[in-house]
Each structure stands twice: as C-alpha cells, then as structure tokens.
C-alpha cells in the first residue's frame, strides 16, 4: 500500500519467479580487510579453505604485516603468553629462541608464515582505508584508500568488510599539558627510534603497565638516573615456569625442557622438539591447558583469587629485598586482575638499584627541562620514555557510516557495544576481530583469531550461498548481550573499584563498564562460536520479491550436477552433530 494525493492505493508486490539455478550455487562476492596482523593472515587463510568464487584484498597501513609485531620495538619488548601458544595452531613453530618471544622473532614468524603460504598477493601494504559507507542500494561498502607512500586516494569497493586493526595498536601519548614543551627525546615505546642511545643518560620511564614493566630493566643497566613514575601499582607475576612446574599440569612435561636463567631454550630442547612430534604435540598442548586454566583468579571472592593474591604479593615482598617502603608503594591492595596481571623478568629487582628513583604521582605538565608532578617536583631529564599505552576506546579511527550513521560518532557518546565482539547493529555486512568485549585479556590473541575468522566465514559463507544481500545482528540481541555483560561482569576482578585505570574498561577509565574482556573464560568464548545463532539477525534478500528461499532455486542441487562430487555422501556420514 502507498499513500498517493491523500489516497491509499494498492501496489502489486513484486511477483515471485523461481531462480534457473541449482542449490548449492554462489554468488562472486568481494572481501576487503583491514589490517595485516594475524588476525589479516588468519582471515585469508580461513576464506581460502571455506569459500570459492570470491576476491580478498587486505589494506595494510604499514610497510610490511605484522600489526602490532612490527610496530612496537622497544627493549625488552617481548609477548607475556608462552611462544607455543602464541602462533597458529596451523603454522606452529619448533624452534622458538624462549619461552616468551622477543617481539623481533614473533614478527619474523609472521612475515615468513606470510611469504612461505604465498599470502602477499593477497596484501597491500601501505594502504590505508580511510573512509567506509554502506550503500543500501547495492549492498555494498563503498571505501575511500589512501596510498600512504604517495598521498593517493582511490575508491574500492567491498560486499563484507572485515575489520582486523586491533585494540593494541593506536598508541597515545599522556594527556598531560606541554607535550610540546620538553627539549629532548620524547619517545613512546610504540615508536621506538633505531639510533636511541640512552646510555649515560637521566631518563623518565613514564607508566608501569606491561610496557614499562619491560624496557624499564632494559634500560636501567646503562642509565645514569632513572625515574619511574606511575599513579597506581600493578601485580607483577612470578616466573609463570616456576608456578606451573609445582601446581600446574605442565610440570612434568617442563621437567623434561632444558632452559637457561632468561628462559632461553637450549639447543637440546628445540632438537627434540623438531624430531619427536609427539613430544612437541603433548608440550603445546600443555602448555594451552595452562593458558586456559587463568580465568579462576579472576572470579572476585574466589578461593584461587585469594591463594593466587597472597602467592604474588610474597613473591613481590621477596623481589624488592624485603624493603617496606618499595612493598608500600609497588605492592597493590586491590585484588589480582584489576589491572592488566603482567609477567616482570627482572622488573622488580631493577626498582632496588641505586640509580632508580620511584616517583608514585601523577603529572602535571611537561616542562623544557623535565616533569613536573603534581607536587610540583620538577625532574631534570634527558630524555622522556612514555609506556602510556594506547587508545583503547574502540572507537574506530575511520568513519563507518552505516544504517544509524557514523560508528564513530556513536561510540564517542555511548559504550561500543558489539554482538559477541565481531558485528555491530546498524552496520551490515561489517565484521570485525576483537571488537568490545573480546577475550583480548585471556591468552593468545592468534588461536582467538582463528575462532573469530571461522566464525566471520560462516556467516558470509551463509550470505553468499543462500542470496543473502545484507545481514546485520539485531540491536535486540546485542543490547541482551549486552545485558549479559554487564550483569557478569561484577563477578569478577575486572570491575573491581580501587585499581585506578585500566584499558579493561573504557579507554583506561577508573570507573565505568568493562568493554575489552570477554565475559567468561576463553573456552567459554570458543564454545560460544561453534554455532551461528541465525534468530539473532536481520536480513534482505538479493531477489527482488524479497522472498528467502530464492536460492532453493530450479530443484536440483550443485551435489548432485559435480561430475566429479559424490552425489551419495550420506551413506558415509556418522548421526553425530555439534
């Protein structure tokens, strides 16, 4: 019906017809990316394995991939998750150099997973979407592509765009006044120079997260001076080897790997693990059992919160030589998991020296010299080293204008609110790999992109068999999931009051929701993936009558029209479904 000079007047529906193609047939569709990390690699080889008749192209900002990996640099840089559950469970690596790999070894390992499943053609880098609109009409993204080494833009366009930037990437300098003030080096880690020599030098290591707690003892051997200044404390682990060898399944499997006092494995050890691959297999697996097991401390209230808490605050006691006034000012009296739980091989121990100085305070400005803290203390410097994290916020760095306008915009005024952290309401065909609440906190982030990307390729694999032309989750079902989040989240450590910022909630805020951590334990988020909740979406059709089983087609199925298929499958499958 439509309303017509003051009338209501009948309109003939678009009358249905029947598509003169079999079930089973696809549509050629285009896949653009953002991003060439591993959730990038991840995504193009999931497509590969699951879909045909399409095209992937993956913008990459940076010069080469590697995301993260190939940005952050700085001494002491190194991943806080065992390297044998930091790689693709596909790609897996028998030589690791230490347990917890140095950032230069991790990217390496990309670029060569990269080269070696000849991925590049697939890849352009330094190129850098800068704009994305949904176009109803054609069910498309129209985007706009910045050539980042000749300033050229260009249009693309994209039937599902898949959005792998990640959270750890957009660094950010300390809001703080007179950044512009201060006369020497003012580095952040994320952007570490080649030829900074700090050696001899009066130096400001600004901020104690995972960051700090790493190139700070980098640095403090060849300093002259060394400031530390942090608001608030963080629990510092204890070597997580030691822990697991006396609680954990893994003891005795790490009872039988050779490594020195820095965990470097021996040569022994990468031997044997690159000629007994059931050796290697029972170590990896291990090992991921143990990754997996660390959602209980978090649970507020819990007995292993209570016993893990009092383990670290001794073994923090004992790093800092007993020393009261060091334990006062760097022993927390929170509980484990407020803040970011971060491994500190040798941290602690460099806070004793005597050329470090521990300022707990915040900042008030930068000065030409130096900084000047709240107190109005001024620190003579000669350079300034800011472990001050990055935009955690999730607010998008493009515009994505999609059916309720720009996503950036949106999230500015309210909290990023996403459907089981990779779609959003009001954007369709739009995924993304660790969105809000994402277990980002739980372990590694490569087997967490493997899910997602499986996850992701269903769906367009859903859209493109069954003339599916735009699908979007329902603003119903992510406000109940939502719903869900917030209901839990109190259970446990991450929304705790008392632990100062924390990129867990809302770009580094005291107080307000939680938004980067998934609610529950990583086997938890696994399982939630496993199946595609279609009453959660919204969908049109491609045929013109809107009718939703157009793609039944002319009665035949592609199964059966396969000269080279097996037309009678069914006879060999098992009654088994998950």
Known sequence: MTQLNGHTEAVDPVAYTVQEEPLGSTRHIRIVGIGAGASGLNLIRTLRLNLSDYEVVIYEKNADVGG???????????????????QFSWRQKKDWSNFFSEAEEIGEYLCRVCDEEGMRDSIKTSHQVVSAQ??????????AVRNVETGEEFSDYA??????TGILNNWRFPDVEGLDAFQGPLI????????????????????????????????????????????????????????????????EILSKIQMDAQ?????????KFQSDPEFYREFVKKIEVEVNNAFPVVLAQSPVQAFARAKVAEYMTLMLGGNQEL????????????????????????????NVEIRRSGIKRFVAEGIELDSGEILKVDAIICATGFNTSFCPRLP??????????????????????????????????????????????????????????????????E??????????????YFEHITAFMPRTTWAAPGGGRSWFKGNGLEEGPVTALHPGSRIHFFHMLERFRGEDWEYTYLHAAGNRFGYLGNGFSTRELDPSGDSTWYLDEEAVVR
Request: glycine share 8%.
């Open 188 to 251: 952040h880690t994320a952007r570490w120079p080649k030829d900074f020599d700090h050696t001899g030098k009066t130096i400001a290591v600004i901020g104690n997260g995972s960051s700090g707690i790493q190139v700070l003892p980098a640095l403090q051997p060849g300093a002259e001076k060394l400031y530390h200044i942090f608001r608030t404390p963080t629990w510092v682990l204890p070597p997580r080897i030691q822990a697991w060898k006396v609680m954990g399944q893994a003891g």
């Open 467 to 480: 003339a599916v032309k735009a699908i979007v989750p329902s603003r119903a079902a992510v406000d109940d």
């Open 68 to 86: 993260t990996w190939l940005e952050n640099r700085y001494p002491g840089c190194r991943c806080d998750v065992p390297s044998h559950s930091y």
């Open 134 to 143: 949904w176009n109803e009409k054609d069910g498309q993204w129209e985007l």
């Open 327 to 354: 334990c006062k000012t760097l022993i927390p009296d929170f509980p484990l998991g407020c803040r970011r739980m971060t491994p500190g091989h040798g941290y602690l121990q460099a806070l004793t020296k005597p």
């Open 263 to 271: 965990e470097n494995f021996s040569q022994e050890t990468i031997e």
């Open 400 to 465: 994505i204008i999609g059916r309720d306008g720009n996503l950036q915009e949106r999230w500015k005024k309210e909290t990023p609110k996403a459907y089981m952290s990779c779609a959003v309401a009001g954007l369709p065909n739009y995924f993304m790999f660790l969105g809000p609440n994402a277990p980002i906190g739980h372990g590694s982030v490569f087997t967490l992109s493997e899910h997602i990307a499986k996850y992701i390729t269903a769906v367009i694999k859903k859209c493109q068999a």
């Open 159 to 164: 039937t599902f765009l898949v959005d792998g």
